[in-house]
C-alpha cells in the first residue's frame, strides 16, 4: 500500500469516528435536555424503549425502514390517557443509499378510544410516503378546505366517514400540518420528519389531547 492509498485510508477512517462520535455527543445532548423537561414536567423519563416500536407496528410512521429506534421517552397520565412522548430513528436503504430519518412522536392510550385505523397526513406529503401507495386518499365533496388540506387512508371507508364527521373536519382544516395514526385504543400524533423542541414539550402534549378529545367523542 503506497502512502497515498494509505493515507486516504486514514482520513476515510477519521472521518467516520469523527461523525459517529458527533452523533453519540448530539444523542447524549438530546437525552439531557429531554431528561430535564420530564424532572421539571414531573414525567417519567426512559432513554431508550426497547419495546415500543415492535408494539407499535401497526402505525405507518413506525413500520418504515429499518434499524428503528425509538429514545428519549418521557412518560405521564393526562385526561385519563397513558401518554408516551419519544424520540424515533429509522433507517431507509444501504450503503451509499443509507439514510436515517429522524422525528418526534406522541402515543395516547386511552379506553376512551375506539377508532378505526387511518392514518392522516398533509396533502403535501403525497400518498407515496409511509409505505401507503396503492391506498385510496378520501376526500369530502362538502368539504373541500380540508380534502385539500389532508390525505385521510385507511381500510374501511365507510367507518372513517362516520368518525371524521363535520366538526372534526373543522378542526384538522382550521390546523393544517398535523399528522395522526390511529388504531383501536391507540393514538399517534406527530410532525412529519421533525424533532421536538424540548421547550415544546407542554404545547406539544396540550395538542395531542385536544386531539384525543376530539375523536373521543
Do not use: W
Not at 37 to 53: M, W
Not at 87 to 99: E, F, L, P, Q, V
Amino acid at each position: 500500500m503506497d502512502n497515498t492509498v494509505l493515507l486516504v485510508v486514514v482520513f476515510a477512517v477519521v472521518v467516520v469516528a469523527a461523525v459517529i462520535a458527533l452523533q453519540f455527543f448530539q444523542n447524549q445532548r438530546r437525552a439531557k435536555q429531554m431528561r430535564d423537561v420530564a424532572a421539571s414536567l414531573g414525567y417519567e423519563f426512559d432513554e431508550r424503549g426497547i419495546s415500543l416500536i415492535d408494539r407499535l407496528g401497526e402505525f405507518a410512521l413506525l413500520s418504515q425502514g429499518h434499524s428503528r429506534y425509538a429514545t428519549s421517552l418521557l412518560r405521564t397520565e393526562a385526561d385519563g390517557a397513558k401518554t408516551t412522548i419519544f424520540d424515533y430513528s429509522y433507517t431507509t436503504g444501504h450503503d451509499k443509499n443509507r439514510r436515517t430519518h429522524l422525528g418526534s412522536a406522541l402515543l395516547l392510550e386511552s379506553e376512551r378510544l375506539d377508532l378505526p385505523a387511518f392514518t392522516l397526513r398533509p396533502e403535501g406529503l403525497g400518498q407515496k410516503l409511509m409505505g401507503l401507495a396503492g391506498r385510496q386518499d378520501i376526500d369530502f365533496e362538502d368539504h373541500q378546505k380540508f380534502s385539500a388540506a389532508y390525505t385521510l387512508q385507511e381500510p374501511d371507508e365507510e367507518q372513517i366517514r362516520t368518525l371524521f364527521s363535520t366538526d372534526k373536519l373543522d378542526f384538522f382544516a382550521q390546523r393544517p400540518g398535523l399528522c395522526v395514526e390511529g388504531s383501536g385504543q391507540k393514538l399517534l400524533y406527530y410532525r412529519a420528519g421533525k424533532r421536538l423542541s424540548p421547550k415544546a414539550v407542554a404545547s406539544f402534549m396540550e395538542e395531542s389531547l385536544e386531539v384525543l378529545r376530539l375523536l373521543a367523542g
